[in-house]
């Protein structure tokens, strides 16, 4: 479902109404978010990945941006012997 609608309805309801509604929306707000924040964990927590492989992945890939980033900045520093 496109996101963009019911934003935009939301928003365009809010400027019609904004002088006669006076509820307070901040606790109904957190819930929702609250919601929404464990069901994304919960559809996280289907997707099966192959832990070791990804960590072993996630180093070798940390360890050569670090040194690509020494090696650029000793290039650029002229201090390269």
């Known amino acids: 479902m496109n996101i963009f609608i019911p934003l935009i309805v939301g928003v365009v309801t809010g400027y019609i109404f904004r002088e006669k509604l006076k509820y307070n929306l901040d606790k109904p707000m ?3 978010l609250l919601f929404l924040i464990f069901f994304m964990g919960v559809e996280a927590g289907r ?4 832990a070791m492989s990804l960590f072993v ?3 070798i890939f ?3 941006t ?4 020494l090696l650029f900045s000793l290039l650029l520093g002229g201090k390269l012997r």
């Open 30 to 32: 957190s819930a929702t």
């Open 47 to 50: 997707v099966e990945i192959k």
């Open 66 to 69: 670090i040194l690509g980033s």
């Open 62 to 64: 940390a360890f050569f």
């Open 57 to 59: 992945t996630s180093i």
